[in-house]
């Protein structure tokens, strides 16, 4: 059964470093996601992603992200100068058209120190 | 301000037991998800919902529009149901709203 895969799975950087978070969705997927899980607490809606651009962002999503779909393949994150408050599990996700159905993947756990 | 609540927070039930897990959402909606997270952290979409009952297994969602509240029922409950179940709603605006989940234990 096909899935999302996010790498890496743990990403320990310093903090002002840049980062990218990949993600490889389900081939036949259009919709794209990234969401935020600070440890301990709920998951947060970061972006949505389609056609190229940006759907939705939330207000977490501010000038220090950015998305990008390189290739026919990959979905990237960006930090661009990671804080402390970074640190959490960044999960993708991925849909088809005309289902509201999404697939998660895996998560990548950033620390930042 | 929780535009999404859940209730329980946590729940300890019997193998066997009928379990119900609620969701209240304070925003207008197009969809209300459930979601399984798993003690290991990855998340498994259960069930997408804009009206009326899905069911899946030993899974039933529901969702009363009018009053702006969810279920989430397991039946037959058994010990790999073990893990932290999310209400996560799509606003009209196409912003995600996700509750702070409940933490299910099942014992065998």
């Known amino acids: 059964e096909p899935e999302v895969t996010q790498t890496p799975s743990h990403q320990v950087t310093q903090m002002g470093q840049e980062v990218i978070l990949r993600c490889v969705p389900i081939?036949?997927?259009?919709?794209f996601y990234w969401y935020r899980q600070i440890l301990g607490q709920k998951v947060e809606f970061l972006v949505s992603f389609y056609n190229n651009e940006i759907s939705e962002k939330s207000e977490i999503f501010d000038d220090q992200f950015s998305v990008e779909r390189p290739d026919g393949s990959n979905f990237t994150l960006k930090i661009r100068s990671t804080k402390l408050e970074d640190s959490a599990m960044y999960f993708c996700?991925?849909?088809?058209?005309?289902?509201?159905?999404?697939?998660f993947g895996p998560g990548t756990r950033l620390t930042v120190l | 301000k929780n535009e999404v609540e859940q209730s329980p927070q946590n729940l300890t039930a019997q193998e066997g037991e009928f379990i119900t897990i609620n969701c209240s959402y304070s925003v207008g909606i197009s969809a209300l998800h459930w979601l399984q997270q798993h003690p290991g952290g990855g998340i498994v979409s259960l069930f997408m919902l804009s009206s009326g009952k899905k069911k899946h297994g030993r899974l039933i969602a529901t969702i009363n529009i009018q009053e702006k509240h969810s279920s989430l029922h397991i039946t037959a409950s058994h010990p790999r149901d073990s893990a932290v179940y999310i209400c996560a709603v799509m606003n009209t605006g196409n912003q995600f709203y996700f509750g702070t989940g409940t933490s299910l234990t099942v014992i065998p």
């Open positions: 081939s036949n997927h259009l919709y």
């Open positions: 996700a991925s849909r088809r058209e005309n289902t509201d159905t999404q697939y």
